[in-house]
T-cell receptor, first 113, second 108 residues
Framework: IAGITQAPTSQILAAGRRMTLRCTQDMRHNAMYWYRQDLGLGLRLIHYSNTAGTTGKGEVPDGYSVSRANTDDFPLTLASAVPSQTSVYFC????????????FGDGTRLSIL | DAKTTQPPSMDCAEGRAANLPCNHSTISGNEYVYWYRQIHSQGPQYIIHGLKNNETNEMASLIITEDRKSSTLILPHATLRDTAVYYCIVSGTGKLIFGQGTTLQVKP
């Protein structure tokens, strides 16, 4: 079934550790996105990529980095995790940017202790 | 991207139409209106989007006023499974800014 796969589903991580959240889509979508959602709040955009080889900053990019080496994969890296990065992380993709709907993964629940 | 205003919560009887309003008075001509919903802590689910014309798909209808300053999402026959947070988002770039949304409670 075509869609977005996120891994891991959940993770508990010690502060200061490095962590990479994986996101893969098989829909050949050009645009991909990373959001975080904190308890009781809406989603906030962290980083995005309009096409392979390009990335951009969203609303809350600090402490996160992304890469887009190919169309299918868009990993999100926390170089040195801090407790404030405890959140649920959602990856999304769309065929193009403007005018196309985004399809979301099931999320990664990350706890930083 | 233009901001949106939605009521924080609404109730709807099962089997009745649910009409969710959204104000976006500062919308620009090239900005789309998108609707998503989120059930529990699942990933957001795309419902429908439009630019100027009313739109309908298998899930819902989107009614956009002629001046484009407001819109209404219509779920024609709400079921208990439609209980969720519904987000109205206006965007001209593809990047989505999520607000607090409307919590729709469908009651038996």
């Amino acid at each position: 079934i075509a869609g977005i796969t996120q891994a891991p589903t959940s993770q508990i991580l010690a502060a200061g550790r490095r962590m990479t959240l994986r996101c893969t889509q098989d829909m050949r979508h050009n645009a991909m996105y990373w959001y975080r959602q904190d308890l009781g709040l809406g989603l906030r955009l962290i980083h995005y990529s309009n096409t392979a080889g390009t990335t951009g900053k969203g609303e809350v990019p600090d402490g996160y980095s992304v890469s887009r080496a190919n169309t299918d994969d868009f990993p999100l890296t926390l170089a040195s995790a801090v407790p404030s990065q405890t959140s649920v992380y959602f990856c999304a993709s769309s065929k193009e940017g403007r005018g196309w709907p985004q399809h979301f993964g099931d999320g990664t629940r990350l706890s930083i202790l | 991207d233009a901001k949106t205003t939605q009521p924080p919560s609404m109730d709807c009887a099962e089997g009745r139409a649910a009409n969710l309003p959204c104000n976006h008075s500062t919308i620009s001509g090239n900005e789309y209106v998108y609707w998503y919903r989120q059930i529990h802590s699942q990933g957001p689910q795309y419902i429908i989007h439009g630019l100027k014309n009313n739109e309908t798909n298998e899930m819902a209808s989107l009614i956009i006023t002629e001046d484009r300053k407001s819109s209404t999402l219509i779920l024609p026959h709400a079921t208990l499974r439609d209980t969720a947070v519904y987000y109205c988002i206006v965007s001209g770039t593809g990047k989505l800014i999520f607000g607090q949304g409307t919590t729709l409670q469908v009651k038996p």
